[in-house]
């Protein structure tokens, strides 16, 4: 089998899903996780001949807004 050109943490690009950063990759499978479509895994063979490298900056992690919800006046009364 031929060496992978990618290694966790590479940015590329893949022709249907777009940009992604490599999650994971071993000679059976490659866990990538596109900006715009979420985390997929893939068979590594078969996908690494859709993937061009990219040249961008990792993609900076979006944190989750969770607010706090105010107890309610009737759910402090009890």
């Given at each position: 089998?031929?060496?992978?050109?990618?290694?966790?943490?590479?940015?590329?690009?893949?022709?249907?899903?777009?940009?992604?950063?490599?999650?994971?990759?071993?000679?059976?499978?490659?866990?990538?996780?596109?900006?715009?479509h979420?985390?997929?895994?893939?068979v590594?063979?078969?996908?690494?001949?859709?993937?061009?490298?990219?040249?961008?900056?990792?993609?900076?992690?979006?944190?989750?807004?969770?607010?706090?919800k105010?107890a309610?006046?009737?759910?402090?009364?009890?």
């Amino acid at each position: 089998m031929a060496a992978n050109p990618y290694n966790q943490g590479a940015q590329v690009e893949h022709t249907i899903f777009g940009l992604g950063t490599v999650m994971s990759i071993n000679e059976e499978r490659i866990v990538i996780k596109f900006d715009d479509h979420g985390e997929k895994k893939f068979v590594t063979p078969m996908v690494v001949g859709s993937l061009k490298k990219s040249d961008r900056q990792p993609p900076a992690e979006k944190r989750a807004s969770r607010r706090k919800k105010a107890a309610t006046p009737a759910a402090a009364a009890q």
